[in-house]
Nanobody, 119 residues
């Protein structure tokens, strides 16, 4: 079982920044993809950002230009730099890691970390 430990959340004023981290207990050697998702109260979980093994990234339209996903393979850690935060970014944020485990993909989730943006 892979453990994912998230950190960096909290309360910030609109326009501020936060950096989320997610450290995995397993090497990124057989990585398939890394992602950040979020779930606001009363809403479905949605994809925020994803980065593939090859380094390709994809972002939700609502965060493009404000959020940046990155990874440090040496530390088995994925980051989400969040700038120009808006109250609408308030949600529980989850990291997701997918590994290539023959014959399929193994999927792991963090416990979630709260981000609250005040006006």
């Amino acid at each position: 079982q892979v453990q994912l430990v998230e950190s960096g959340g909290g309360l910030v004023q609109a326009g501020g920044s936060l950096r989320l981290s997610c450290a995995a207990s397993r090497s990124f050697f057989s990585l398939n993809a890394l992602g950040w998702y979020r779930q606001a109260p009363g809403k479905q979980r949605e994809l925020v950002a994803v980065i593939t093994t090859g380094g390709s990234t994809n972002y939700a339209d609502s965060v493009k230009g404000r959020f940046t996903i990155s990874r440090d393979n040496a530390k088995n850690t994925v980051y989400l730099q969040m700038n120009s935060l808006e109250p609408e970014d308030t949600a529980l944020y989850y990291c997701n890691v997918k590994f290539r485990d023959y014959p399929g993909i193994s999927d792991y989730w963090g416990q979630g970390i709260q981000v609250t943006v005040s006006t």
